[in-house]
């Protein structure tokens, strides 16, 4: 087990400071924002900032991960608290403390089990498209908070458009005016001057405009006072009842974390070197969910956002964390009056800029390009979560997962071998006629698992060579099971059947290269009686089709 702060020396503490600073500019408007979105007040998102980041930044084995709420978990909170409390109340705040705490025993969970696999469930497609529903929702929010006009943040998607169009003729020019201006900041400052942290520029400049104009009394919201103090431990008291109604959204939550953050962290790992433990990450996150829960925040994941720039900040380890938390703290300790003025219209341009790149644009015309097929889960995944909700989104997320996963594996390539032992193309029930791979023997390899999407597919496939080989006589079938891992019940009565009609057509059946697993798998299902198992295809050549021997004329390939 690593140290923490590992990787921290004294020629790099301070770029690791300096890059603290930045990480903490960026950090404090982004959080408020979250929070808001999330429909709970500015210091949820200011307290995910303290204790939570200290405890990840202790234990994760990532040097660089940045922990925090971001744009699409707060959007999942909100979405899914909604209809169970009043977003602003202390019920609501209630929940989002259950809701945490849950996220944090679900990642310890699969930590200590070891399951953070089935967040491999959830592809690029699905991920592009239930993020980028989420940020649509958001966006439209964001929006009408930059224009002045009030909408049910905590409603309904097609609510929220209707509310926002209906509520234009409430339409605030100053407001819009603040927001138009902090867009055209925002992006062009983080083009030409990256290393300047612009959210805080933006945010205190308008503030400063506010306060100096008076602003807030021509109908600009601002963000109004914020209680000072650290951050109190508490335990959210709720019916059992409402906890098993969260249970839902928390797995949404984990297993978006999850495929996002292990992604992320494998990825920086590997640029830059350094050890990466997918269980201890989790276990990392469960921690500070736990935490978030305990002392008033809510869902903590990781931020890629932050990340990266972390990462251009020439920060590799985790001690800018340490000084975001403690930067923070002091914050809420002696800086609380400084946020009262903040105007909204800056806090929705900052997060609506922040959120333009989970919309996916560029990620669904590269699916559109390189495969209709998963450009079509994405989009369904993106509709779903727009239009019925981000846990029907999720649903449909893994139903859709499942399906592409099984029509792929349904299809596997299934090939008949040349006696010079390359593969044809995948063989099909219209196989061309005298394809054999020696004089009166067919070799057959399977490139996938036999299970039940794929037991029945891959008897036809046999079935149909045989029948193509005619009416040159095929007296074996040898079956090359080097990419066969595993066989189930369901792909064992499949194959138990293709062998009796072998038997019936006086066709033996052989093996070649069978893993040893696999030649147990075989036998323990019954499969394995006296057939000859080979250690290669040649050897199965050699004793059952000896004029065969010497490679032969290459044969046409199956299709």
């Keep these: 087990m690593s140290r923490p702060l590992a990787g921290l020396t004294r020629r790099t503490i301070a770029t690791e400071l300096t890059a603290g600073v930045t990480l903490l500019a960026i950090a404090i408007p982004l959080n408020i924002g979250y929070a808001q979105i999330a429909g709970l007040p500015a210091t949820a998102g200011l307290y995910a900032l303290i204790v939570p980041t200290i405890v990840y930044a202790l234990v994760v084995s990532s040097r660089q991960l940045v922990a925090s709420p ?56 699905i991920l592009v498209g ?37 509520g234009l003729s409430t339409f605030n020019g100053w407001s819009a005016l603040l927001a ?25 400049a308008t503030t400063v405009v506010v306060v100096l104009t008076g602003l807030d009394d021509r109908g ?34 984990t297993l978006v974390t999850t495929a996002e953050g292990l992604l992320v962290s494998r990825s920086y790992a ?44 020439g920060s590799r380890t985790q001690l800018p964390s340490l000084v975001l938390a403690v930067g923070t ?75 592409n996963l099984a029509q792929r594996a349904s299809h596997p390539a299934i090939d008949v071998l040349e006696s010079s032992g390359d593969p044809g193309e995948s063989l099909l029930e219209d196989a061309p006629a005298g394809t054999t791979t020696a004089p009166g023997v067919i070799v057959v390899r399977l490139a996938a698992p036999l299970f039940f999407a794929n037991g029945a597919v891959f008897s036809a496939a046999v079935k149909s060579a045989v029948s193509a080989a005619r009416p040159c006589p095929v007296h074996h079938v040898v079956i090359d099971m ?23 057509q006086t066709i033996s059946l052989a093996f070649s290269r069978v893993r040893p697993p696999t030649l147990r798998r075989l036998r323990s299902l019954g499969l394995l009686d006296h057939e000859p198992v080979y250690a290669t295809n040649r050897a199965a050549l050699n004793d059952l089709a000896p004029t065969a021997a010497a490679p032969p004329a290459p044969s046409r390939k199956a299709t």
């Design 70 to 125: 971001d744009a699409a978990a707060a959007a999942l909170v909100a979405s899914s608290l909604g209809g169970l409390a009043v977003a602003g109340s202390a019920d609501y705040a209630t929940l989002a403390l259950a809701q945490a705490i849950l996220c944090g025993g679900m990642f310890v969970l699969l930590a200590v089990f070891r399951l953070g696999f089935l967040a491999n469930f959830l592809s690029q497609p």
């Design 130 to 166: 239930f993020v980028g529903g989420l940020a649509l929702d958001i966006m439209v929010s964001q929006i009408a908070k930059m224009l002045g006009v009030k909408i049910d943040s905590g409603g309904e998607f097609i609510d929220k458009v209707i509310g926002l169009v209906t």
């Design 180 to 204: 138009l201006v902090s867009v055209a900041v925002l992006p062009l400052g983080q083009r030409y001057l990256r290393s300047v942290p612009w959210a805080l520029i933006v945010l205190i």
């Design 220 to 253: 600009v919201a601002v963000l109004g006072a914020v209680p000072a103090g650290p951050p109190a431990l508490t335990w959210p008291i709720i019916d059992w009842s409402l906890w098993i109604a969260l249970v839902p959204s928390a797995i949404a939550l």
């Design 270 to 313: 590997e640029k830059h070197r350094y050890p990466f433990r997918a269980n201890r990450d989790l276990l990392a996150l469960g921690l500070a969910n736990a935490a978030a829960g305990a002392q008033g925040s809510f869902a903590v994941g990781s931020s890629t956002s932050r990340t990266a720039a972390m990462d251009q900040a």
């Design 329 to 403: 703290l002091l914050l809420l300790l002696f800086g609380t009056a400084l946020l009262a003025d903040i105007p909204s219209p800056a806090i929705g341009a900052i997060v609506g800029v922040a959120i333009v790149p989970l919309l996916g644009i560029r990620e669904f015309i590269s699916l559109w390009r390189l495969d209709r097929f998963e450009f079509v889960i994405g989009a369904v995944c993106f509709l779903v979560t727009l239009f019925v909700g981000s846990i029907a989104g999720i649903v449909v997320a893994f139903v859709l997962a499942l399906i």
């Design 482 to 504: 080097e990419a066969v891992t595993d066989i189930d019940v369901t792909g064992a009565e499949s194959f138990r059947a293709l062998r009796e009609w072998l038997g019936s």
